[in-house]
Structures are given as structure tokens and as C-alpha cells.
């Protein structure tokens, strides 16, 4: 294999791998949003916050890219909270239907899987220099 043939797949890596830390960041940032709200109170007649995910497609050639963003459920919970400012004359107010373990378990995917890019990036960044090196001498 030459050295061009290695460098040009050194670089296609470090597309993938980045396309990758860009994806698993989003899905964080839709995690964190997801654990902040998931006590956020509404009156019965409004939506509840609805848990966000991210959606992702494949690129051709090699990569992922966020395709958009779908939501959870707008019914979400109606709770008995007579105190609450927002009850209704029932004393109900609507919670988002969000699992705190499910995001919790989502919130580790993403993490490990954003660990396991930047590990990809940072061995074909090294391969990449010693490519470098090799061909200086």
C-alpha cells in the first residue's frame, strides 16, 4: 500500500470519527435536556415537555449525520398536585413522561460511544504523524 492510499484513509477517519463526536454531542445535549425538564409542570390544557431524540442517517462514503429530531409524547402525565399554581379545577397538572433510568442509560450510550470517536481520531491523528515521520526518512 503506498503512503497516499494510507494518508488519503487516514483522513477519511478522521471524517468519520468527527461526524461521529458531532452526533453523539447532540445526543447529549438532547439527554441533558431531557433530565432538566423532566419535572417541568404545565396546565392540563397545554402540552407537556416532550423528550427529545435524536434521529440519524448514514453518508455515503462513510460517516453519520443527524437526520432531525423526533419528540416523546405531548399527553405526558396528568399528576394530582391541588397546591400547584397551574392545577386546574381538579387539582391536575401535566409532567412529561420521561423515565429518568431510561436517560440515564441513553446519557452512558452516548458518552461511551463519544469516547470511542475521539479514541478513533486521536490513533489516526498519531498514525497520521508517524506517517509523516516515516516519510521524511
Known amino acids: 500500500m503506498q503512503i497516499n492510499s494510507i ?3 487516514a483522513f ?6 468527527a461526524s461521529g463526536l458531532g452526533v453523539h454531542k447532540l445526543w447529549l445535549d438532547a439527554v441533558a ?8 409542570i404545565r396546565p392540563t390544557n397545554q402540552p407537556a415537555f416532550q423528550e427529545r431524540f435524536v434521529t ?8 453519520v449525520r443527524t437526520a432531525g429530531a423526533a419528540f416523546g ?3 405526558g402525565i396528568l399528576v ?16 412529561p413522561d420521561i423515565n429518568l433510568s431510561d436517560q440515564m442509560v441513553y446519557m452512558i450510550e452516548a458518552q461511551r460511544a463519544y469516547q470511542a470517536n475521539a479514541a478513533v481520531y486521536e490513533r489516526a ?5 508517524a506517517m509523516l515521520t516515516i516519510g521524511r526518512g
Open 125 to 129: 491523528r498519531a498514525a497520521y504523524e
Open 33 to 40: 435536556d431531557n433530565v432538566a425538564n423532566i419535572n417541568t
Open 80 to 95: 394530582y398536585n391541588p397546591n400547584h399554581a397551574m392545577a386546574d379545577e381538579n387539582g391536575m397538572v401535566r409532567q
Open 56 to 63: 440519524v442517517e448514514n453518508v455515503e462514503g462513510g460517516g
Open 73 to 75: 409524547n405531548a399527553e
Open 12 to 17: 477519511s477517519t478522521f471524517g468519520i470519527s
Open 7 to 9: 494518508g488519503s484513509k
